[in-house]
């Protein structure tokens, strides 16, 4: 069994008159006493400072295709090299990762992994980029930083999966080093945030505007529907009339399916038929890229130009199955742009997921990454 790495300083934090200190990284705020873990559980008081007790320790890499992030408008059929750690600052009850996400027992990260060898580990592979998921990279922001630094030095793109759920000061240092992002907009409620998973919807908004506004990040929106909780009809017009109204049309939506999960195994998984009235809903808005997800379904799955409607990648699941683009992401009918990060080809990955372990060597690699 690999030996437990203690973690490495973290950043974001001030001491209060209390005593305590009060880490800055997302919108909970905690503060703790020697000795005490935030909610996430990963970063802890040490010896009077803030320690991310998960830096250079995942749960396991997976060569996945982009489209499961999911990314649409992002390099579309090329493989990217996924990872996460443990632990999460929301408590979603309906988490379809629930076994990463709510980790106590550090056992389960077992792979040790310097930022230098995922970012060799990506090319090695023919990965085109590095993708931070299966758990919020937001609560290891310093180790994922370090790993999209790396990447950027070997030509690699670095993909977050997010649920937005971040400060406005380490907001800023996080997305810089990131090339895309998929957020998650759990809901258009604060009541959901609050019931579902004890958060705010605010914070999520400024996320998405930052990005939007302040950043040349491409990045993509998911929102799991589920029945009863966050699927009326209402409160997906809402959502899709905000996103119009702030993110502008070219911000590609897409709708998933929830599956009983975590503690809502009673709930109903998610019709196809809801998934396709959320679609007809978000086009009805006028968003240009509405996407459904977890179904089969290829017409809600396939990219249309939005000035000629051709279809401009078809799609089986996480196959793309037609190409009618050139370089830079042009229609091939009308040569109309598609918003997105597009090459003249697509990828050729297919809808393989390939597990993948690091080299044996990380132990005295990540010695130099400690502070
Ligand atoms: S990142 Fe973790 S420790 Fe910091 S405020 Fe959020 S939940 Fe608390």
């Not at 503060?31 to 996430?40: A, M, N, T």
């Not at 190409?323 to 990828?347: L, Y």
Request: charge should be neutral; aromatic fraction near 10%.
């Amino acid at each position: 069994m690999n030996q437990p790495i203690e973690g490495k300083p973290g950043r974001y934090w001030h001491v209060l008159e209390d005593g305590r200190i009060q880490c800055d990284v997302c919108p909970r705020y905690c503060k703790l006493h020697e000795g005490q873990r935030g909610l996430c559980f990963v970063r802890a008081r040490q010896g009077g400072q803030m320690m991310l007790t998960t830096y250079g320790r995942s749960s396991g890499f997976c060569i996945d295709p982009i489209e499961k992030k999911p990314l649409n408008h992002f390099l579309p059929g090329t493989p990217v090299l996924s990872f996460g750690t443990a632990g999460c600052n929301l408590t979603c009850k309906f988490c379809q990762n629930w076994d990463i996400s709510k980790a106590r027992d550090f056992d389960r990260i077992q792979d040790l992994a310097s930022p230098e060898a995922i970012a060799e580990a990506a090319v090695h592979s023919g990965c085109r980029s590095v993708a931070f998921t299966y758990n919020d990279p937001v609560i290891f922001l310093e180790y994922a930083v370090d790993v999209a630094q790396a990447c950027r030095e070997r030509g690699i793109k670095t993909v977050a999966v997010s649920a937005g759920y971040i400060s406005p000061e380490p907001r800023i240092e996080f997305f810089r080093h990131m090339d895309a992002a998929n957020i998650d907009l759990k809901g258009f409620t604060e009541g959901f945030y609050k019931n579902l998973c004890s958060g705010k919807l605010a914070p999520v908004l400024e996320t998405l505007e930052y990005l939007k506004h302040q950043t040349n990040v491409w990045f993509e929106i998911t929102t799991l529907l589920i029945p009863g909780e966050n699927d009326s009809t209402v409160e997906i017009a809402a959502e899709c009339a905000w996103v119009m109204d702030r993110l502008g049309p070219d911000v590609p939506l897409h709708f998933t399916a929830f599956h009983p999960d975590w503690k809502l195994r009673d709930a109903l998984p998610t019709s196809a038929n809801t998934l396709r009235m959320a679609r007809l809903i978000a086009m009805n808005a006028g968003i240009r890229h509405v996407y459904t997800g977890n179904v089969y379904d290829p017409v809600g799955q396939a990219t249309y130009c939005p000035a000629c409607g051709a279809m401009l990648i078809g799609r089986d699941y996480y196959d793309v199955t037609a190409w009618n683009m050139s370089a830079g992401g042009r229609c091939g009918e009308c040569d109309t742009r598609c918003h997105g990060v597009f090459e003249a080809m697509a990828g050729r990955w297919g809808r393989r997921r390939q597990p993948v372990r690091l080299r044996r060597s990380e132990p005295e690699a990540l010695e130099r990454f400690k502070a």
